[in-house]
């Protein structure tokens, strides 16, 4: 949060310091897009829009922070097994997010929060790597809108700094640059291609 808070680089998370709209205090938030496993099983291919603030934003970024600790372990197992590394992208694995213990937060009025948290084992294990594994067919359709999404988090970030509140918009504008934009086959350096290998571990 401190590092965002500093600069306007953003690659595909907004985040920004808004105001409470009835305290008038600034706030942070942030909002990024999700794919849903469940959903893209189905054939529904839309991003859906996160978001959260205030206290719940230290939630969820540490939550997402904990994919590079699955992303060590595939290359990890796979140093086990005499293989060369995927290094392989955060979009590699899916991140089961969900609610965590109820916890006491606030200053002078204090209430109860349920914090968003990453359901991820420790140790994390092989079976779990392969049944969050990202799929073939999906690779592209993340890839294909990996721009725009950049250039979503930038604008989204000035406007949650500015006040404005994308919750409240028609659903149908938040994915609308991602309906125009067509899927395209990704530009990669070769590297990107291996993480979606059969002989994965």
């Known amino acids: 949060i401190s590092e965002m808070q500093h600069t306007t680089d953003r690659y595909g998370i907004a985040f920004g310091w808004g105001r409470h709209p009835t ?98 084992p420790s140790p994390i294990t092989k079976d779990y790597i392969a049944a969050h594994w990202v799929k073939r067919p999906w690779v592209t359709l993340i890839e294909g809108i990996i721009d725009q999404t950049i250039a979503w988090s930038l604008t989204a970030s000035t406007q949650i700094a500015a006040g404005e509140d994308q919750g409240s918009a028609p659903m149908e504008e938040e994915p609308e640059a991602v309906r125009a934009a067509p899927v395209r086959a990704a530009q990669t350096n070769g590297h990107a291609r291996r993480q979606v290998e059969d002989d994965l571990l």
């Open 23 to 120: 305290t008038g205090r600034q706030q942070s938030q942030i909002r990024f897009r999700a794919f849903l496993q469940e959903l893209l099983a189905v054939g529904f291919q839309e991003p859906l829009l996160v978001t959260a603030k205030g206290t719940l934003t230290g939630d969820v970024i540490p939550a997402r922070s904990q994919q590079y600790e699955v992303l060590d372990m595939v290359d990890a197992f796979r140093k086990e097994s005499g293989k060369p590394p995927l290094t392989p992208p955060f979009y590699a694995c899916s991140i089961p997010l969900g609610p965590g213990q109820e916890v006491a937060r606030g200053t002078t009025q204090t209430k109860e929060i349920t914090p968003i948290v990453a359901q991820i």
